[in-house]
T-cell receptor, first 116, second 113 residues
Framework: DADVTQTPRNRITKTGKRIMLECSQT?????MYWYRQDPGLGLRLIYY???????NKGEISDGYSVSRQAQAKFSLSLESAIPNQTALYFC???????????????FGPGTRLTVL | GDSVTQMEGPVTLSEEAFLTINCTYT??????LFWYVQYPGEGLQLLLK?????DKGSNKGFEATYRKETTSFHLEKGSVQVSDSAVYFC????????????FGTGTRLQVFP
């Protein structure tokens, strides 16, 4: 079974709709991240969380919100989706044990979101 | 702020050819450097990393050396296979917040038999 899972894998929605993307992990990691991937732009960080009580904005947090329901679960919400939020979204985790970004980040398979 | 620049793709090679994908970085501190690979339909996975100048990361026949003097971390492989076809991302750890990674735009590699 995959260590980092994302649901749904694909989603088509309409402008103005609220949508939630979910991420679960069985790796026991404290740190979780949400990225979006756009052609030609690489990956950009939306939000990250170091534990259930610690949520931080990333590079492009406008239009997004997150919820860390438990150590293993980190959800990304689009309150009112717009077409330029069409992208591939990735969740990732890392282990806080050593406290450095030299720790590997482990990625989920991604959610392809299309906003019409 | 810190940034990563990598060569645009696609890079198209025949099987057993030599591969180089260029990556240069700008950083005010002493970041760690990474190469991640994304196979079709999958998430990213770490390919190799280097944490300080002159370190060489290696994995699955791929190598990259952390060159502080040229601010580079070029990815190389002596003989590519069709199964190496993927998108390769260079990344660094943010000098001011070592819990964040900054990614390059990715380079698509296509290997033909």
């Amino acid at each position: 079974d995959a260590d980092v899972t994302q649901t749904p894998r694909n989603r088509i929605t309409k402008t103005g709709k609220r949508i939630m993307l979910e991420c679960s992990q069985t790796k026991g990691h404290d740190r979780m991240y949400w990225y979006r991937q756009d052609p030609g732009l690489g990956l950009r960080l939306i939000y990250y969380s170091f534990d259930v009580k610690d949520i931080n904005k990333g590079e492009i947090s406008d239009g997004y919100s997150v919820s860390r329901q438990a150590q293993a679960k980190f959800s990304l919400s689009l309150e009112s989706a717009i077409p330029n939020q069409t992208a591939l979204y990735f969740c990732a985790t890392s282990d806080a044990a050593s406290g450095r970004a030299t720790d590997t980040q482990y990625f989920g398979p991604g959610t392809r979101l299309t906003v019409l | 702020g810190d940034s990563v620049t990598q060569m645009e793709g696609p890079v198209t090679l025949s099987e057993e050819a030599f591969l180089t994908i260029n990556c240069t970085y700008t950083a005010t501190g002493y970041p760690s450097l990474f190469w991640y690979v994304q196979y079709p339909g999958e998430g990213l996975q770490l390919l190799l990393k280097a944490t300080k100048a002159d370190d060489k990361g290696s994995n699955k026949g791929f190598e990259a050396t952390y060159r502080k003097e040229t601010t580079s971390f070029h990815l190389e492989k002596g003989s590519v296979q069709v199964s190496d076809s993927a998108v390769y991302f260079c990344a660094l750890s943010d000098s001011y917040n070592t819990d964040k990674l900054i990614f390059g735009t990715g380079t698509r590699l296509q290997v033909f038999p």
